[in-house]
């Protein structure tokens, strides 16, 4: 596996340019006929610290880091001796750091590890050619594409599509790049990349979760974005703000994170469709919200962009820990539904099919995302079909004959007619008191309990709607991974190489995305036919095990759990079957 | 956007904003004159129950939600501001009037007041002051005189309480004014100048509680107020003079629209990417193509 | 088991001092040598509609209402209409009413029941003799005197007790009890009362759920009580601040519920005891803060006093359905011990064990109650022994050799030593980011998973020194039913009757107070011996069936979920051991 | 309750607030200098870390939380105030000092804010006012300035900022200062008189960033702060002329202590059930009796 990928990782201090750079070369890859996975590991701080963008490339789609590096560049020494230790045996390093200081355990590991490092004067030499040291980025680009042994003109159309904006300094950044690319390396070997470049997804685009979260949302109709910044949401209501001249959406920060889930439930029952987003612990504030969208019947989306908590945790680095969060928050027993994407094409797909599930049911939806799929660079072919939209409203000629009783009658499914303030002579009162059909408050014994009862229907209506789990891989495996979320990727990127070397003992992947309420079929399946299942989540207490446990009674007892704030490497699957096999 | 088949405004009736429910304040509460004020503010200005949104705060006035007519929405104690905001920024068609309670206002929520008054969403609120909670029995709000004793608090609160009109001006609101629950035709002038004003109108209605608030009963309010129309010389454009009159609330109380900016801009037309939309949000649902924002990511 | 208690219904409209005359009648009877509990319906408005306030008596311990009354008490026309329909055979009404219109359906019902009505001119008869209409009550209480046949001193004694401080009503109100208890009553028929007066505990205090919760907490050494009021928590707010002379607690009415959370924890970190409670949506806004207690490992109590939701729902009914919500809300993965109190005795130890827990394991813990617990009345001989105070703090010496490192090091049972600011030299960050030992930020893997784990091996600890749950009844039992909270009261009070009748039917109770973390050895030993095993939960979902499913498998197919806001009546629970036996 | 062996005060040092972790924020950023004038007026007043319990806010300011001495709690957003105001309840012989950046301070927590300067709650807090959102990539604060881009407001906000001292003066405060981040000697004067003031002490900092506020850098402040000594005639005690020295915040922004009521009563001294107690809360943990409440129900 490992040598059908490779990873380069550009590190330097937060507000150095680092992002800006691996895009360019995530690009680069891409025209030069490469797959490309973009990683992002930063520090919750402005400027200075370490952080680094690392570009996972290979032949065939990938889009899960691996957890060494074949190259570093290094823009700041903080992030050389921090990302020294994550480079691979035959490692190389380029940097720009003068007279850099190298300790003795680091002239070991690099004697162990044969390590080879270059200096170039990029600084110099980016003052000279282009008059700004900040140029020394692109003259390391250069030097990395000479390394690479890639065609210089790709990446050169990338870096012009990238300054265009900025045409004074177009020609000047073309020159740093070509003067890197011919400088001489020292030592430096040329990577030998053993696998092709099947030059057809040149224009693939390059693009994170969240932004395909938000144009999935601009496609199903959304038309209020409200939010109060909180990484790793924060970068949805940046984006979302950057096109709003294009979308004519309405977007606002507030000023607390109450207000967005009222502003939403508010403007919901007027009738549009609003989108909010935050991190665990805004959501914490928002559950009382969800609790009365489920008594008021109010459509509700929100996206829940996890990272390690508790509390304010590790702000920008990954986790999957907030599942149980979803499923229960909110006081009261209330009907919900909890998706959870996986990758970029989830994104487009589960939000718009959120909107419509909570429109049509009139119920909260919660979409959860992580980190790792927030902020990593996915290569996407093509925009996922989009979804027509439902919005379980009554219309036309119908909203004549409706009355305020028909707003929360008893129904078998438990969904009752739904229509918007201002559309029908039928006017009614949502209450988050207990109400009768036409919202009256009642505390009577029997009415109360058939319309709570009513309201929790929907949830199994819901259920046997909703899609069962697919299973990723071959159709009989030795062990069947059961997971969630970004985990997906890992393991998918892993599955192919191992299933090939390994096909006694190959795998594939039950993968949850409509978690809640929760189905079991194909998995009852799988128990019932004493099926090995492996539960693998990027949390500490197994939290989908938990939940299909609770349901199906079944205990798993093979686990792979990791909550160090980092994502799922390539690594961590291969080693982890390693382990099995040896077992 | 289907409009119900009642038409457009002009042949509204008092008797349209009937519910048959029957109210459950205590004899003599304030909120009985409220809801008259609102309903004949309403007739007056020719809307139809259909074309408003009434939305209510949790406390005693909330219990009305569900004993009048009108798209009502009774929500969370505290949280009726931004869910009345979060609406007025889908459809400005339907007209959105606001009701909460000083505990609600003043102490839950009162983050949002703030929000509310400096964003100029285009809604109406009333706050029902009663000086009190009064559905929690009686206990202290931040409008309660120092050293009254109250339910939870023996000995009296130990802060001053909060000067709705100050905390307010201090915010630049574009509308603000007070009435009295007593005095049904005053509050029904007053809301109606708040309906009409566009951005966000805060109305102050001194309520009789009594049943709780012993200290500052109908009469003593009664004996107190003073219309603004009678004040010589008060020109409710001048934020300064509103300020000022608006200062005394224990010997002469001013009451009418005390401040309004008639050059106010609500919130809606203040968005640079929808200022010429002829659509509001609600109108506005449907798939969109994305191919455009996507390739921009090739 | 009917036969051996009597119920009687003292209804009126919301503000006609109905639980006073509840609380003069239950302290009667108790002073006739009975005892009694006492059962409050009423809506959530502040004058008119229609209360109740209900007492079962006997001759044995009662801590669970009837369904059905066999005497009401009329102070209104709508509370007249609004009971009459829950007399038994046989019923007696007396009421006040001047020309009471009876409706054609009421008259069948009359018929049908046998129900005899008398109508007393209390009123007139209060104004003649005291002076006031208000004293009407006090007559009605007499003429109740008189049909139960009891002597009146007992309750005499006891109006001179109540009225003690308005000394010049007093006389007036004897008068006016002892006019009633002249009354001749019509065509009543007196009470048949077939049990005894044991007259052992006439000396039994008479209180509620909220009382005990209240003095326990002082018993353990509160010194802040902190609250935004919430029914059914907000009589505990009532009560502290009547009798803060007394113990000089510092009781604070805060304007928000983040508020609330935000001072206990800040006090709780500065080093007193501060305990706050409210209901599920002020929880729900509490609950990032209970995130951040994990985190920082700072003790915090909070009482999540139960009613029915989502939203507003039922504000002043009642509900088992937030035990989801105590275990699962606030984001990321933390440790916490959730307990639910049962009754008046368990309140008062409970309180006082979660303050213990709360500070050895520097988590937090969440006493769940019931608006059936909090504002139930139950008759308690004695306080139960208090709990001496466990701290879990570093103190004399010790605090001179402490380094800051000390305050999060990592061990083995996950417990670091604590202490107090202005105690050492020794000064630390509690932070809510990932961290050090010494609190220091730290984004590193391996240290953030160590501290990570380190945080949730309390929960392991802690686990193994929780009590298992009990078994209340015989040993042996044909079926065991699992239960949580006031349900307890219900079952109890069948217990005796029913297992005497039914020797081979008999049942057990296995009652859950420690609910989380978890303890199954108990349930394990029932499930594996094949004992039958019946859920009953005042929920719609069975949250406690869940979370024993979840841990042991077992999948419970008896349940007895009871959601209309009112709590089990010990009618539902014998009808549905009939139901059992004829199935 | 044990004290540290570190004695009462006397022997504070400025090293003894040193830290070996290295600040993580910009270069040029306010916030060094605010903790040089805090370590300095602690030292001046001789209090030592470990007589102090510095709360924090999140955000950048924040960040400083593990890099000085004291005891520390680093909590969540928007909720330093109180949190800090729960402790000093509880513990009085420990200085309280809270740090909130604006957006904590008068976003998310506004509400807090009101409560703590309403209860006069004996603290000391600092409001690191940088116009903007750092820690989360320069989103607009509620005292950024109307129309200026921001990271979520390309085309600026659309609402007035919240003016800071307006604010609070609406709210009967009993210690208000400004003063400026450029101006560590200021500060440090300026933290200590709020330090030694019994109640509420509410300082803002005019904090530059450098990073994201580009419209008032720390030469635009500079040029145009005046210490109230320099106001002629201005008396601190007088809160009408304190309102009215505050407002100006874009020529001649005062600094200093604009206002302090010298008979400012701090919350526990106002509490009717324990004004005489010699003990605080945190020396009264222990098993009560609660026979005698008991007995009265029985
Ligand atoms: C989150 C939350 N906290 C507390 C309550 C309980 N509660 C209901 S009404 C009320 C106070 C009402 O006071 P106010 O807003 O002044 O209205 P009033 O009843 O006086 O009209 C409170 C605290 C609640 N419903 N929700
Ligand atoms: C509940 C919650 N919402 C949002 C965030 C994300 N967040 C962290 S810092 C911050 C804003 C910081 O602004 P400010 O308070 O002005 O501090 P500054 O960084 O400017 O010093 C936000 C929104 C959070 N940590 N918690
Ligand atoms: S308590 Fe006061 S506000 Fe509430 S209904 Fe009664 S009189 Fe009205
Ligand atoms: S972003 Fe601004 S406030 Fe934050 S560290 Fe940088 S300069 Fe300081
Ligand atoms: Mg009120
Ligand atoms: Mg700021």
């Given at each position: 596996m490992k040598s059908s990928r490779q990873v380069i990782k550009i590190s330097g201090e937060s507000g150095q340019g680092v992002n800006s750079i691996g895009e360019v070369v995530a690009k680069g890859l891409k025209r030069c006929g490469f797959y490309s996975f973009g990683y992002r590991e930063y520090p919750s701080l402005i400027k200075g610290g370490h952080a680094f963008h690392q570009i996972d490339f290979s032949d065939h789609p990938v889009s899960a880091p691996s957890r060494a590096s074949n190259v570093l560049l290094c823009f700041s020494r903080v992030s050389f001796h921090a990302y020294l230790p994550t480079l691979t045996v035959g490692g190389q390093v380029i940097h720009m750091l003068d007279e850099l200081e190298i300790t003795e355990v680091e002239q070991k590991f690099i004697a162990e590890h044969k390590i080879k490092i270059y200096y170039l004067e990029a600084e110099n030499i980016a003052r000279e050619i282009g008059g700004r040291a900040i140029m020394a980025n692109v003259v390391m680009v250069g030097a990395l594409w000479k390394l690479l042994g890639l065609p210089i003109a790709p990446i050169e159309n990338v870096v012009r599509q990238q300054f265009a904006d900025k045409k004074d300094l177009v020609e000047a950044n073309v020159a740093c790049l070509n003067r890197g690319w011919k400088s001489d390396l020292g030592n430096l070997s040329p990577l030998t990349i053993l696998f092709e470049k099947n030059n057809k997804r040149e224009d693939d685009a390059l693009l994170s979760g969240n932004h395909m979260l938000a144009l999935g949302s601009v496609a199903a109709g959304v038309r209020a974005y409200f939010a109060y910044p909180m990484t790793p949401s924060s970068s949805i209501l940046t984006y979302m703000a950057d096109v709003y001249h294009e979308t004519g959406i309405l977007v606002k920060q507030l000023d607390d994170e109450i207000s967005v889930a009222q502003f939403a439930i508010g403007a919901n029952f007027a009738g549009t469709r609003a989108l909010i987003a935050t991190s665990g612990g805004g959501f914490d504030l928002m559950t009382e919200t969800i609790s009365l969208a489920g008594m008021t019947e109010t459509p509700f989306v929100c996206i829940l962009a996890q990272r390690p908590g508790p509390a304010t945790g590790l702000p920008t680095w990954t986790a999957a820990g907030d599942l149980n969060l979803a499923i229960y928050a909110g006081h009261g027993e209330l009907p919900r539904c909890v998706v959870a994407i996986s990758d970029a094409d989830s994104a487009y797909t589960l939000i718009q099919k959120a909107f419509n599930i909570s429109e049509v049911y009139q119920i909260p939806t919660i979409v959860l995302t992580e980190k790792q799929i927030a902020e990593s660079l996915f290569q996407v072919e093509n925009l996922p079909a989009d979804i027509p939209i439902e919005r379980g409203l009554v219309t036309g000629a119908s909203l004549d004959k409706l009355e305020a009783a028909d707003r929360y009658k008893l129904t078998e499914n438990g969904i009752s007619p739904r229509w918007l303030p201002g559309e029908s002579d039928a006017t009614f009162v949502a209450n988050s008191d207990e109400h009768l059909a036409d919202g009256t408050l009642t505390e009577d014994p029997l009415l109360s309990e058939q319309m709570y009862a009513k309201r929790l229907r929907k949830l199994d209506t819901l259920h046997d709607a909703l899609p069962e789990p697919v299973i990723i891989g071959p159709k009989d495996a030795s062990v069947t991974m059961v997971s969630w979320g970004s985990v997906k990727n890992t393991i998918c990127d892993v599955m192919d190489a191992w299933n090939e070397l390994h096909p006694k003992d190959n795998f594939n992947l039950l993968l949850y995305e409509y978690i809640y309420p929760v189905k079991l079929k194909v998995l009852t399946g799988l128990i019932d036919k004493g099926q090995p299942l492996s539960l693998v989540e990027n949390n500490a207490t197994g939290q989908l095990g938990g939940l299909l446990s609770q349901h199906s009674g079944f205990q798993f007892e093979e686990k792979l759990l990791k909550y160090d704030g980092r994502p799922f490497f390539v690594d961590d699957i291969w080693e982890y079957l390693e382990r099995r096999l040896t077992k | 956007m289907h409009s119900c088949n009642c038409g457009d405004r002009g042949h509204s009736h008092f008797s349209d904003f009937f519910s048959e429910n029957i109210y459950t304040w205590c004899t003599n509460c304030g909120n009985y004159g409220i809801h008259a004020a609102v309903k004949r503010a309403l007739v007056d200005l020719e809307i139809k129950p259909c074309q408003t949104l009434l939305a209510f705060d949790i406390g005693c006035h909330g219990n009305g939600s569900d004993k009048i007519g009108g798209y009502r929405f009774h929500g969370l104690h505290g949280r009726v501001i931004p869910f009345a905001c979060g609406a007025s920024t889908a459809n400005s068609k339907v007209k959105i009037i606001a009701f909460g309670g000083d505990g609600g206002t003043l102490g839950e929520g009162i983050n949002h007041l703030v929000l509310g008054i400096r964003g100029n969403y285009d809604i109406t609120f009333v706050l029902h002051n009663n000086l009190n909670y009064g559905l929690t029995l009686g206990q202290p709000s931040a409008t309660t005189k120092q050293g009254v004793a109250m339910n939870a608090a023996p000995d009296g609160v130990t802060s001053e309480p909060i000067h709705p009109m100050k905390f307010i001006f201090s915010l630049g609101p574009t509308f603000a004014a007070r009435t009295f629950s007593g005095d049904v035709g005053h509050m029904a002038q007053t809301f109606k100048a708040a309906i009409e004003h566009p951005g966000f109108s805060f109305v102050e209605v001194l309520q009789s509680c009594p049943t709780y608030n012993l200290m500052t009963p109908h009469e003593w309010y009664q004996e107190r107020i003073k219309d603004v129309s009678q004040i010589?010389?008060?020109?409710?454009?001048?934020i300064s003079q509103a300020n000022s009159i608006a200062l005394d609330i224990e010997k002469e109380i001013a009451v009418g629209v005390l401040y309004q900016n008639k050059k106010s801009i609500p919130f809606n037309l203040r968005q640079a990417n929808r200022v010429n939309k002829k659509t509001a949000l609600v109108d506005e649902v449907k798939n969109l193509s994305v191919e455009k924002l996507f390739d921009s990511f090739r």
């Amino acid at each position: 596996m490992k040598s059908s990928r490779q990873v380069i990782k550009i590190s330097g201090e937060s507000g150095q340019g680092v992002n800006s750079i691996g895009e360019v070369v995530a690009k680069g890859l891409k025209r030069c006929g490469f797959y490309s996975f973009g990683y992002r590991e930063y520090p919750s701080l402005i400027k200075g610290g370490h952080a680094f963008h690392q570009i996972d490339f290979s032949d065939h789609p990938v889009s899960a880091p691996s957890r060494a590096s074949n190259v570093l560049l290094c823009f700041s020494r903080v992030s050389f001796h921090a990302y020294l230790p994550t480079l691979t045996v035959g490692g190389q390093v380029i940097h720009m750091l003068d007279e850099l200081e190298i300790t003795e355990v680091e002239q070991k590991f690099i004697a162990e590890h044969k390590i080879k490092i270059y200096y170039l004067e990029a600084e110099n030499i980016a003052r000279e050619i282009g008059g700004r040291a900040i140029m020394a980025n692109v003259v390391m680009v250069g030097a990395l594409w000479k390394l690479l042994g890639l065609p210089i003109a790709p990446i050169e159309n990338v870096v012009r599509q990238q300054f265009a904006d900025k045409k004074d300094l177009v020609e000047a950044n073309v020159a740093c790049l070509n003067r890197g690319w011919k400088s001489d390396l020292g030592n430096l070997s040329p990577l030998t990349i053993l696998f092709e470049k099947n030059n057809k997804r040149e224009d693939d685009a390059l693009l994170s979760g969240n932004h395909m979260l938000a144009l999935g949302s601009v496609a199903a109709g959304v038309r209020a974005y409200f939010a109060y910044p909180m990484t790793p949401s924060s970068s949805i209501l940046t984006y979302m703000a950057d096109v709003y001249h294009e979308t004519g959406i309405l977007v606002k920060q507030l000023d607390d994170e109450i207000s967005v889930a009222q502003f939403a439930i508010g403007a919901n029952f007027a009738g549009t469709r609003a989108l909010i987003a935050t991190s665990g612990g805004g959501f914490d504030l928002m559950t009382e919200t969800i609790s009365l969208a489920g008594m008021t019947e109010t459509p509700f989306v929100c996206i829940l962009a996890q990272r390690p908590g508790p509390a304010t945790g590790l702000p920008t680095w990954t986790a999957a820990g907030d599942l149980n969060l979803a499923i229960y928050a909110g006081h009261g027993e209330l009907p919900r539904c909890v998706v959870a994407i996986s990758d970029a094409d989830s994104a487009y797909t589960l939000i718009q099919k959120a909107f419509n599930i909570s429109e049509v049911y009139q119920i909260p939806t919660i979409v959860l995302t992580e980190k790792q799929i927030a902020e990593s660079l996915f290569q996407v072919e093509n925009l996922p079909a989009d979804i027509p939209i439902e919005r379980g409203l009554v219309t036309g000629a119908s909203l004549d004959k409706l009355e305020a009783a028909d707003r929360y009658k008893l129904t078998e499914n438990g969904i009752s007619p739904r229509w918007l303030p201002g559309e029908s002579d039928a006017t009614f009162v949502a209450n988050s008191d207990e109400h009768l059909a036409d919202g009256t408050l009642t505390e009577d014994p029997l009415l109360s309990e058939q319309m709570y009862a009513k309201r929790l229907r929907k949830l199994d209506t819901l259920h046997d709607a909703l899609p069962e789990p697919v299973i990723i891989g071959p159709k009989d495996a030795s062990v069947t991974m059961v997971s969630w979320g970004s985990v997906k990727n890992t393991i998918c990127d892993v599955m192919d190489a191992w299933n090939e070397l390994h096909p006694k003992d190959n795998f594939n992947l039950l993968l949850y995305e409509y978690i809640y309420p929760v189905k079991l079929k194909v998995l009852t399946g799988l128990i019932d036919k004493g099926q090995p299942l492996s539960l693998v989540e990027n949390n500490a207490t197994g939290q989908l095990g938990g939940l299909l446990s609770q349901h199906s009674g079944f205990q798993f007892e093979e686990k792979l759990l990791k909550y160090d704030g980092r994502p799922f490497f390539v690594d961590d699957i291969w080693e982890y079957l390693e382990r099995r096999l040896t077992k | 956007m289907h409009s119900c088949n009642c038409g457009d405004r002009g042949h509204s009736h008092f008797s349209d904003f009937f519910s048959e429910n029957i109210y459950t304040w205590c004899t003599n509460c304030g909120n009985y004159g409220i809801h008259a004020a609102v309903k004949r503010a309403l007739v007056d200005l020719e809307i139809k129950p259909c074309q408003t949104l009434l939305a209510f705060d949790i406390g005693c006035h909330g219990n009305g939600s569900d004993k009048i007519g009108g798209y009502r929405f009774h929500g969370l104690h505290g949280r009726v501001i931004p869910f009345a905001c979060g609406a007025s920024t889908a459809n400005s068609k339907v007209k959105i009037i606001a009701f909460g309670g000083d505990g609600g206002t003043l102490g839950e929520g009162i983050n949002h007041l703030v929000l509310g008054i400096r964003g100029n969403y285009d809604i109406t609120f009333v706050l029902h002051n009663n000086l009190n909670y009064g559905l929690t029995l009686g206990q202290p709000s931040a409008t309660t005189k120092q050293g009254v004793a109250m339910n939870a608090a023996p000995d009296g609160v130990t802060s001053e309480p909060i000067h709705p009109m100050k905390f307010i001006f201090s915010l630049g609101p574009t509308f603000a004014a007070r009435t009295f629950s007593g005095d049904v035709g005053h509050m029904a002038q007053t809301f109606k100048a708040a309906i009409e004003h566009p951005g966000f109108s805060f109305v102050e209605v001194l309520q009789s509680c009594p049943t709780y608030n012993l200290m500052t009963p109908h009469e003593w309010y009664q004996e107190r107020i003073k219309d603004v129309s009678q004040i010589k010389g008060h020109d409710a454009g001048d934020i300064s003079q509103a300020n000022s009159i608006a200062l005394d609330i224990e010997k002469e109380i001013a009451v009418g629209v005390l401040y309004q900016n008639k050059k106010s801009i609500p919130f809606n037309l203040r968005q640079a990417n929808r200022v010429n939309k002829k659509t509001a949000l609600v109108d506005e649902v449907k798939n969109l193509s994305v191919e455009k924002l996507f390739d921009s990511f090739r």
